[in-house]
Nanobody
């Protein structure tokens, strides 16, 4: 079992930056795919970024070049550095974990992720 707690959300103006954190506890010795998802009001939850156990990262097109995912395994923490924020980035952001495929592949579907943080709100004003 893995417990995740997300933090770091807030309100910023367009062009600003925020750094989200996700603290993991429990079975942190296992290797997981770690991801960030977001859900805007009235919309479905969507994948934002993921990082594999080997450190490989991937991003949805709408955040490429603006967001950076990273993890500190020693501290059992996942991060999402968000720069050049836009009003359309306004959403509840969730961190999530999944064991992934046996070959190390990490899925982007939210339905593959078994462990979720509680979400942290990001609001970007024009």
């Amino acid at each position: 079992q893995l417990q995740l707690v997300a933090s770091g959300g807030g309100s910023v103006q367009a062009g600003g930056s925020l750094r989200l954190s996700c603290a993991a506890s429990g079975d942190t010795s296992s290797r997981y795919c770690m991801g960030w998802f977001r859900q805007a009001s009235g919309k479905q939850r969507e994948w934002v970024s993921l990082i594999k156990a080997d450190g490989t990262t991937d991003y949805e097109d709408f955040v490429k070049g603006r967001f950076t995912i990273s993890q500190d395994n020693a501290k059992d923490k996942l991060y999402l550095e968000m720069d050049s924020l836009k009003p359309e980035d306004t959403a509840m952001y969730y961190c999530a974990a999944d064991r992934g495929a046996s070959n190390g592949y990490c899925y982007i579907s939210q339905y593959r992720y078994n462990y979720w943080g509680q979400g942290t709100q990001v609001t970007v004003s024009p």
